[in-house]
């Protein structure tokens, strides 16, 4: 049987006190501001992220098609000497159009007034000219911010191991395509190829 002095000591020890409180409370409250701390990095990064895949896959698209008419073409001209990068290229490309091969113009160029990569294409029925290849959309998360995708670099630069006395009668028979993207962040992308023609001119 308990006595009115144990009671008393028992009761005193039953409850929680403000310490154990505030202790409970820095301690959650540590755990808590931990698990919100890493999942806004993990946003972060996952934006981060997103954004570079947007680079990526807009830059190698417009890469691969560049690459598939430089290969097609019969002539390759930049207007520049060997090794020297230019921000246009002109090519002479073999289309067959049912009942002879017929040569077709297409032309890349970087248009500096606007930051676009551009394109005039000639080789079907219908041309296209001035069609931008680079950003592909108009978008900005918000009015004051920078585009999703600006084009700090883009060049073509003849790199023939022999290169020929006649550059622009001749014109060249492998290109360097050089693409620099940078995103809203300021993080930036390079993107690089080295195709060869695989026609000639007769």
Known sequence: MLTKNSRNRFSSRAGVSLVEVMATILIGGIAISGMVVAYCDGLGYWTRASEKMVLYNEGTSV?????????????????????????????????????????????????????????????????????????????????????YLEIQKATFTPVDSIPSITPTMDGFASVKIDLMLKDARGDSLSLTSIVSRRNRSN
């Open 63 to 147: 890469l691969s098609l560049i690459e598939r008419f430089v290969r097609q073409a019969s002539y390759i001209n930049t207007y520049t000497p060997n090794r020297q990068p230019s921000p246009r290229m002109d090519l002479r490309v073999l289309v067959f159009d049912g009942n002879a091969i017929d040569e077709k113009i297409a032309q890349f160029y970087y248009n500096s007034s606007d930051n676009t990569l551009r394109w005039n294409n000639i080789t079907g029925e219908n041309g296209v000219f001035g069609e931008r290849l680079l950003p592909q959309f108009n978008f900005r998360l918000d009015a004051g911010e920078n585009p």
